[in-house]
């Protein structure tokens, strides 16, 4: 028997670990390097001189990027998984079998026949767990698009250094945390597979 997890509780973590290990390398290689220049590298555009990502924006970028990415986390936390028997996981029986059985009423109004319609069988525990667990990804990512979108913007917006360079960077730390996140929930959830 496998016990019941909440498969979110190991997604935060390794979010977080990822995050912080990637913050902290990525703030002290650029505080390096910008300690070695001595002045920001200058790029020439066509309405003057922008600076490049300094130390601080970068930090602010890690730090927004690494809260978007909690609260996205957040609509699956929640979500527990229920325990599961290893026969029934092994097979593959526990995704696709009813609870109810063909002579029973499935809806429970006392109408066993319907107007041509097959009855509704409800599903498993694990697969309705499953199943919760894909809407709150999809709405995780909802709230990581928007916010990813809208750190871009508000970064534009107040940091000197070119919007390509500041894209370049949230979109980045969108990536590497949303591969952290589907990496490490892949791995807690396991599907049966159909042979």
């Given at each position: 028997m496998q016990a019941p997890h909440r498969p979110y509780r190991i997604v935060l973590q390794t979010i977080l670990v990822v995050w912080l290990i990637v913050a902290a390398s990525t703030v002290a290689?650029?505080?390096?390097?910008?300690?070695?220049?001595?002045?920001?590298?200058?790029?020439?555009?066509?309405?003057?001189k922008l600076?490049?990502?300094?130390?601080?924006?970068?930090?602010?970028?890690?730090?927004?990027?690494?809260?978007?990415?909690?609260?996205?986390?957040?609509?699956?936390?929640p979500i527990l998984l229920p325990e599961t028997c290893d026969g029934a996981a092994?097979?593959?029986?526990?995704?696709?079998?009813?609870?109810?059985?063909?002579?029973?009423?499935?809806?429970?109004?006392?109408?066993?026949?319907?107007?041509?319609?097959?009855?509704?069988?409800?599903?498993?525990?694990?697969?309705?767990?499953?199943?919760?667990?894909?809407?709150?990804?999809?709405?995780?990512m909802l709230i990581r698009l928007a916010g990813t979108v809208?750190?871009?913007?508000a970064s534009s917006y107040?940091?000197?250094a070119s919007p390509t360079q500041i894209g370049i960077g949230v979109l980045g730390w969108h990536l590497l945390l949303l591969f952290a996140e589907v990496i490490t929930l892949s791995r807690q959830i396991r599907l049966p597979s159909s042979t």
């Open positions: 290689w650029k505080w390096y390097t910008d300690g070695r220049a001595h002045t920001g590298a200058l790029t020439e555009t066509s309405a003057g600076e490049a990502l300094s130390t601080s924006d970068v930090a602010v970028i890690a730090i927004a990027s690494g809260l978007i990415a909690i609260v996205a986390a957040i609509p699956g936390w092994k097979n593959g029986s526990h995704l696709d079998s009813p609870v109810v059985s063909a002579g029973q009423d499935p809806v429970g109004d006392g109408d066993t026949e319907s107007e041509g319609e097959p009855p509704k069988a409800e599903l498993s525990p694990v697969a309705l767990a499953i199943e919760r667990l894909g809407h709150a990804f999809l709405i995780g809208a750190l871009f913007l107040y940091m000197p």
